[in-house]
C-alpha cells in the first residue's frame, strides 16, 4: 500500500512541473494528448473488459466536441457554461447507450456486426459534419472558439486535461473493480452464461458503450476549448481508428493502457511526424508489430497486481439478501410444442408435465430432442407452435434472462464457466442472480456476498474455497462441479442439468449424485436431467420422461418405463 502511495504521489508531482520544465508547445501537446486517452479509456472498457469492439469513438468525441463549440462561442461570459458543457458531454454518453441498446437487443453476439455498425455512424457523423455549412461551418470546421473562462493559457489547459485524465481513470478503475466490471470480463469471455443467470446481457453492454461514450464526450468537450477549433475529422474514421490503434498499442486489457498507448504514440508523432514523412506507415507498422508480438500490449510486459498478497487478512464476509421468487411448488406444462429449424423438425407436438418437486429425468436416443426441449425452455430455440405454462402462467416470449429471474437455472452439458475469473467471481457472479439491482453492481461490497448454501458447497467441494484460483486452472470434474455449484447457489425453483455427470470419475460421480440430493431436499426445488448413464437415472429418478424424435413417447417410473416394449426397441435395444 505505501508503496502504490508513493508511486501515485511521484505521478502527481511530475505531472504538476511538467508544463514549467518542458514549456508551453509541450503543455498543449500533452493536454491534446491527455483528452485523447480519455477517449481512448472508452475502448479499454468496451474492446478490453466486455469483449466488443467499437469502431466509431470518434462519433461520440465529435459530437461532444460540436456541442461544446457551440455553448463556448454562445455563452462565453455565462455561468451557463457550468451547465452546458457536462451536459455535452453526457449527450454522447446517452446517445451511446440508446444505439447499444437497439443493436444489442437486436442482435446479441458482440463481432463484426456491431463493429460496422459503429464505423457506419461514425462515417455519417463525418459527411453531416462536413456538408452542414449552416451549423458546423462545414469543412473548415468551428472557428474562434473560446477558450475556458479564466482558464485559456496553455498552462492552464494542460492543468485542466490532466485533471480530467486523472479523474477519468479513477472512475474506471472504479468501474472495472466494481461487480459490474466482473460482468463486463463475464461477457467477454461467456455471454451465454452470463445470460442464464438472470443478467441481461444486452443492458449490460449497452452501459459500457454508454460509459465509453461519456468518456469520448468529456474529451471532445474539453477539446473545443484547447484546440480554438472543431473539424469534421474528429468525428471521421481517422480519429476512431487512432483511438484503437492507441488502445491496443498500450494494451486493452489494463486499465492504464489506453493512456500510454495514446500518450506514448502522441509523443512520438509530434517529434517524428515532420521527419518520416510516411509517418502514419510507421504508426501502422508499430501496430501491426505490437499485436502480434504483445498481445497485450506495452502494458502486458509488466505483472499483474495480485489480488490479495499473502498474509493479508480475509475480506469480512456478507450475507447475501434471500432471491425474491414466487413461492410454493414449481409446475411447468409444456403442451404440443413443435420446433422447426430449416426442414428439419426439431421437435413434432412435444407435451409433457411436471406437477410437484422432484428429481425427473429426461432420456431417450441422440437427436430424441432432450437438450432442444432445454434449449426451448430457456428461450434460445424458437417454437413456432404450443404453449409452456410456469406456475400456472402462460409464458409468451422467452430469453434466457427473463427465465433464470422466473427461477429457472441450467447446467450445460459441457461445464460452461468463466475461465479467466476467480473461483469466487464465479461463484458470485451466479450470487447476485435475482438478488442485485443495476444500481447494486455498483456497490463493491456486493464481491463479498456470501450464503449458507455458498458455505456449504465449499464444505463438501473443498477446492472451492480456493477463491483466488482461476476457473482455466481446475480440472475437467472440478469445472463441471463448479458450474453445478454456480447454477445451486442462485436457488433456482426449476433446475435443469445436462448430463451432470458426463466426463466424471466414478467417485465424483456420486458426489455429484449425494449433492442433487441434498440440494433437492434443501432447495425444494424440482431437477430435470438429461442422462444417459442408466445406473444414475436409476439411482435418482423420481420420474423418467422418454423422448423419440421430438415427441414424449413414455412416462412413469423407473420401473413401468423398463418394462415399456417401445422403450426397449428404440432406446435399451439401440445401446444393447
Excluded at 504514440?265 to 518520416?276: C, D, F, H
Excluded at 418437486?357 to 404450443?386: D, H, V, W
Excluded at 460452461?416 to 444500481?439: C, E, H, Q, Y
Excluded at 418405463?561 to 444393447?576: E, L
Aim: charged share 15%; proline share 4%; aromatic share 8%.
Amino acid at each position: 500500500m505505501g508503496s502504490s502511495l508513493a508511486s501515485s504521489a511521484a505521478l502527481l508531482a511530475a505531472l504538476l512541473v511538467l508544463p514549467q520544465v518542458l514549456g508551453e508547445f509541450w503543455a498543449f501537446q500533452l493536454a491534446l494528448y491527455f483528452l485523447y486517452a480519455v477517449a481512448a479509456l472508452g475502448i479499454g472498457i468496451c474492446w478490453g473488459r466486455a469483449g466488443f469492439l467499437p469502431l466509431g469513438q470518434g462519433l461520440f468525441f465529435g459530437l461532444s466536441a460540436y456541442l461544446s463549440g457551440f455553448a463556448l462561442l454562445r455563452f462565453a461570459d455565462s455561468w451557463w457554461l457550468l451547465l452546458l458543457l457536462p451536459l455535452a458531454a453526457l449527450a454522447s454518453g446517452l446517445l451511446a447507450y440508446a444505439i447499444g441498446l437497439l443493436v444489442f437487443r437486436g442482435r446479441t453476439e458482440s463481432g463484426p456486426y456491431f463493429a460496422l455498425i459503429t464505423l457506419a455512424l461514425s462515417l455519417f457523423a463525418f459527411q453531416v459534419a462536413n456538408t452542414w455549412n449552416g451549423m458546423t461551418g462545414g469543412y473548415n470546421g468551428l472557428k474562434g472558439i473560446p477558450g475556458l473562462p479564466a482558464l485559456d493559457s496553455f498552462a492552464a489547459t494542460y492543468y485542466v486535461a490532466a485533471v480530467a485524465l486523472a479523474a477519468a481513470v479513477g472512475a474506471v478503475w472504479w468501474l472495472v473493480e466494481s461487480p459490474l466490471g466482473v460482468l463486463w470480463r463475464a461477457l467477454a469471455q461467456n455471454e451465454r452464461r452470463v445470460g442464464f443467470f438472470g443478467h441481461d446481457t444486452a443492458q449490460l453492454k449497452a452501459i459500457a458503450f454508454g460509459a465509453s461514450g461519456i468518456l469520448a464526450g468529456v474529451a471532445g468537450a474539453l477539446y473545443a476549448p484547447q484546440q480554438g477549433l472543431v473539424t469534421p475529422e474528429v468525428c471521421g474514421f481517422v480519429l476512431s481508428a487512432d483511438l484503437v490503434i492507441w488502445t491496443a498499442v498500450g494494451g486493452r486489457g489494463r486499465i492504464l493502457g489506453p493512456v500510454v498507448g495514446a500518450v506514448a504514440i502522441g509523443v512520438l508523432t509530434a517529434e517524428l511526424r515532420g521527419r518520416i514523412g510516411w509517418w502514419e506507415i510507421v504508426v501502422a507498422t508499430i501496430f501491426i508489430g505490437v499485436v502480434l508480438a504483445l498481445p497485450g500490449g506495452l502494458m502486458g510486459l509488466l505483472p499483474v497486481r495480485r489480488q490479495r498478497s499473502r498474509g493479508a487478512r480475509a475480506p469480512v464476509l456478507l450475507p447475501a439478501p434471500p432471491r425474491q421468487l414466487a413461492g410454493g411448488p414449481v409446475t411447468l406444462a409444456i403442451e404440443d410444442v413443435s420446433s422447426i429449424a430449416g426442414e428439419v423438425r426439431i421437435l413434432d407436438g412435444l407435451s409433457l408435465a411436471i406437477q410437484r418437486p422432484g428429481i425427473y429425468c429426461l432420456i431417450g436416443p441422440n437427436g430424441a430432442g432432450k437438450t432442444s426441449t432445454f434449449n426451448m425452455l430457456t428461450g434460445e430455440l424458437p417454437a413456432q407452435r404450443g404453449t409452456v405454462t410456469l406456475d400456472g402462467a402462460r409464458v409468451g416470449v422467452r430469453t434466457p434472462h427473463g427465465m433464470a429471474r422466473r427461477g429457472v437455472g441450467r447446467k450445460f452439458q459441457i461445464a460452461s464457466v468463466f475461465p479467466d475469473l476467480t473461483l469466487d467471481d464465479n461463484l458470485r457472479i451466479a450470487l447476485w442472480s435475482g438478488r442485485a439491482s443495476l444500481r447494486d453492481l455498483l456497490r463493491p461490497a456486493l464481491r463479498r456476498w456470501d450464503s449458507a448454501l455458498l458455505a456449504a458447497l465449499r464444505q463438501r467441494f473443498t477446492f472451492l474455497a480456493d477463491g483466488l484460483r482461476a476457473a482455466a486452472a481446475l480440472s475437467h470434474g472440478e469445472r463441471q462441479v463448479l458450474e453445478l455449484a454456480m447454477a445451486l447457489i442462485g436457488e433456482p425453483r426449476l433446475l435443469l442439468l445436462d448430463e451432470p455427470s458426463g466426463g466424471l470419475s466414478s467417485e465424483e460421480t456420486q458426489r455429484v449424485i449425494q449433492v442433487i440430493r441434498w440440494a433437492r431436499q434443501t432447495l425444494g426445488l424440482c431437477v430435470v436431467i438429461i442422462e444417459h448413464d442408466m445406473a444414475m437415472v436409476k439411482e435418482l429418478a423420481d420420474h423418467v420422461f422418454v423422448l423419440h424424435q421430438g415427441r414424449l413417447l413414455a412416462e412413469g417410473d423407473v420401473q413401468t418405463v423398463r418394462a415399456d416394449r417401445r422403450v426397449h426397441d428404440i432406446y435399451v435395444g439401440a445401446s444393447s
